[in-house]
């Protein structure tokens, strides 16, 4: 579909569906293979292994939280440049921003490599588990120059309209991770560094499908000769700057939560905390992807100065993360038992009611989340990162850390209610924000 039409004519709420729900879909599919593999890891190569795995995703997301700033970072000014019919500032961008992702793969990449048993020491793991965590930390290291590129490359195809193309690219992508794991573990009988491996090949593959239609010039972005400048390498990196420090931030907060986790309750502690980070990253994709599914239409119509039309996709944005959000909430609530199984399938009764409470208090989570995380997505959508950031970090780093040291006294069980008193307090300062911003968001249409 055209994205021009797409973005200024559809009404609001059409325009929510045909952008969300694929959104929705194609990071619902990246869940979905995110927890197939810690169910593969789980059961193919036992608990250390699954430990493992959660010790170094840190690690992991951090290799790709660089080319998710540019990726993201780029996307916003693209949208907007192209409200303002600026095409040819567009493409430059654009390219610009697929060349600086790849030298960032190749630069963090290299590091990460090196520096992996060093983290995975400093993070107290030792013996087999560390030597686990550091094969599956390396395989991504390697293969990070020509992997990285590929969630950038979702934006880019959302952008020019192609929405339906990047869901089904999406679901590719998980489709292909999960049958060649299986094969690896299942048939093959290979490593932990080949779980890795095949998520990467996943990626891969995807990568070069992506950059066909740009490749053939089907696209209304095209690649051209790049132009640096300062102030566009300034503007990408202020507009990534709230995801790449959510990234940057929340991985050092997992990091020193594993670092407790593992002196309080060693493996089991970690596993449970593994177990919650897959039901996390089972619901917040769907908020995520939702959210940012429709980045580039509210960057497009504020570039535009249709400010009413803004606020009505933001709208449908808000209520609709709202309902997943209470929903997770049931389900987390109510199932506790069957999600711990899923992933631990002979846990024995202690390790059980750990993670069966531990699940519980974190359904509380949800109950606010979702307003931090849509306010967010809107700030970063109408150029205003500063704000984005803030949020961002504070929920990422701030808030759980002073809440580590105020819940500190109730050992485990304050680990597990950080997450829901952190959301309460996101929420409390997304609020702020609005109420501060309240009076430019509501400015009439410039037409």
């Known amino acids: 579909m055209n994205s021009t039409a797409l973005f200024s004519e559809k009404s609001p709420l059409k325009l929510f569906f045909l952008a969300s729900i694929p959104g929705a879909v194609s990071m619902l599919a990246s869940a979905l293979y995110q927890t197939i593999d810690g169910v593969f890891v ?5 608990a250390t292994a699954f430990a493992a795995v959660n010790l170094a995703m840190p690690f992991v997301i951090i290799n790709f939280s660089l080319a998710d700033l540019i990726g993201v970072g780029s996307a916003v000014p693209i949208s907007i440049c192209l409200g303002k019919k600026q095409e040819k500032e567009a493409n430059n ?3 610009c921003a697929c060349l600086m992702i790849v030298g960032a793969g190749i630069l963090i990449g290299g ?3 090196v520096i992996a048993p060093l983290l995975i020491q400093l993070m107290g793991a030792e013996g087999e588990f560390a030597n686990l965590a550091v094969q599956y930390i390396r395989v991504y290291a390697i293969c990070s120059p020509v992997t990285t ?16 193309g990047s869901m089904y690219l999406n679901i590719l992508m998980s489709v292909l991770s999960a049958v060649l794991e299986f094969l690896f573990l299942g048939v093959f009988r290979w490593g932990i560094w080949a779980a890795a491996l095949a998520t990467c090949s996943g990626m891969l ?16 972005l095209r690649f051209c000769k790049p132009h640096f400048h300062v102030g566009m390498i300034r503007q990408i990196i202020a507009c990534g700057s709230p995801n790449f420090l959510n990234n940057i931030a929340g991985r050092i907060t997992s990091i020193l939560m594993n670092v407790i986790l593992v002196r309080l309750g060693g493996e089991t502690a970690v596993s449970v905390y593994g177990i919650l980070m897959y039901a996390d990253g089972f619901i917040q994709p769907l908020l995520y992807g939702m959210c940012d599914s429709l980045q580039p239409a509210v960057g497009y119509n504020w570039g535009a100065g249709k400010f009413s039309r803004v606020r ?19 389900v987390l609530a109510l199932f506790p038992e069957q999600i711990t199984v899923l992933f631990m399938a002979d846990s024995g009764k202690e390790v059980m009611t750990l993670a069966v409470g531990a699940l519980q208090l974190f359904s509380l989570t949800y109950i606010t989340r979702w307003f931090s995380f849509a306010m967010q997505s809107y700030m970063l959508a109408i150029e205003k990162p500063l704000f984005a950031s803030i949020i961002s970090v504070s929920t ?32 409390v300062l997304s609020l702020a924000i609005l109420l501060k911003l309240r009076r430019e968001l509501l400015k009439p249409d410039l037409q």
Do not use: Q, Y
């Not at 590129?149 to 339906?164: E, H, T």
């Open 396 to 427: 990422a780093l701030i808030f759980p850390v002073l809440l580590v040291v105020i819940l500190w006294p109730l050992g485990l069980t304050g680990i597990w209610l950080n997450f829901a008193g952190t959301a309460a307090l996101a929420a």
């Open 93 to 95: 961008i654009f390219t």
């Open 312 to 330: 009505a996709i933001e709208k449908c944005c808000f209520v609709a993360s709202g309902i997943i959000s209470l929903l997770a909430v049931v």
């Open 111 to 113: 590091i990460l490599f």
């Open 149 to 164: 590129i590929v969630f950038a490359m979702d934006n880019f195809l959302r952008i020019c309209g192609i929405i339906r």
């Open 42 to 46: 789980g059961r193919f190569l036992g």
């Open 205 to 220: 593959i995807c990568a070069f499908l992506a950059l066909i239609p740009f490749v053939k010039k089907n696209t209304v």
